[in-house]
């Protein structure tokens, strides 16, 4: 009940649910003229939140920030299991389930399986996710790690969970943690609460500014607003682990 309230609560915070709020309220009162100001106001004020979120004001500085707080992973560190925390899933009946795992959950599971592969002593993948850890167990398997290097964690239902249940198997010993960059902050925190020693090993970089200006910085982009909606998910979440104990 917490985890579907928290979903509800964070959906109807999203910029894009708040100007759709906005934009059929103020569309409803316009047809009443006592309401006809403030009607104006409200789809004003809508229009700005979406041509602001369109911009990435200030959605790529959040991101920005939470995405460079922790370095790439350090290739010669060695580590006898990397957790790959899951992200995007979509089930679909007629497609392979491959193709189920989402982008951020497919960035994950390769930069995994890089680390994997970097380790010359004997190494766990760990797959972590109730709806994509199988999913990203065939993608593993097809990108060559071996069925008896893998393990499957299919009951956390977010990052609270696996940190919790992956926290015997892990011991005190270092690991990688490979999530998305945006996603890590929250991950780390929540990992070293359970007494963990995690090595951040970040991936699906969303905000990756270019060192010349370009003219399409000019041009408002739906990308920005996602980058904007995704910097918001993890603000909340972070605040959300706060006011419950979880960091």
Not at 168 to 190: C, I, N, Q
Request: charged share 20%; aromatic share 8%; hydrophobic share 50%.
């Amino acid at each position: 009940m917490v985890f579907l309230f928290k979903k509800v609560v964070g959906f109807c915070l999203m910029p894009l649910s708040i100007v759709l709020v906005l934009g059929i309220a103020g569309a409803v009162l316009l047809w009443l003229r006592r309401w006809q100001r403030g009607a104006k106001w409200l789809i004003t004020v809508a229009l700005a939140i979406l041509l602001m979120a369109a911009y990435g004001i200030p959605g790529n500085w959040v991101m920005r920030a939470l995405e460079s707080r922790h370095a790439p992973f350090p290739d010669s560190t060695p580590v006898s299991h990397v957790v790959v925390l899951g992200g995007g899933y979509t089930y679909s009946w007629y497609v392979p389930e491959r193709n189920h795992v989402g982008t951020s959950s497919l960035a994950r599971v390769v930069e995994g399986v890089r680390i994997h592969r970097l380790q010359t002593a004997p190494c766990k993948l760990v797959l972590s996710g109730s709806a994509v850890g199988q999913g990203m167990k065939i993608v593993a398997l097809d990108l060559g790690v071996p069925a008896e290097d893998i393990v499957l964690e299919t009951e956390s239902a977010d990052t609270k969970d696996q940190a919790r249940l992956l926290r015997d198997m892990l011991g005190e010993a270092p690991f990688a943690l490979v999530t998305s960059a945006s996603h890590m902050p929250r991950s780390m925190a929540m990992f070293r609460k359970q007494g963990l020693a995690p090595i951040a090993a970040p991936t699906f970089y969303r905000c990756r500014p270019g060192k010349r200006w370009m003219i399409s910085r000019l041009v408002p982009k739906a990308s920005r607003i996602a980058t904007t909606e995704r910097a918001e998910y993890e603000l909340l979440g972070l605040l959300w682990a706060w006011l419950r104990g979880q960091l």
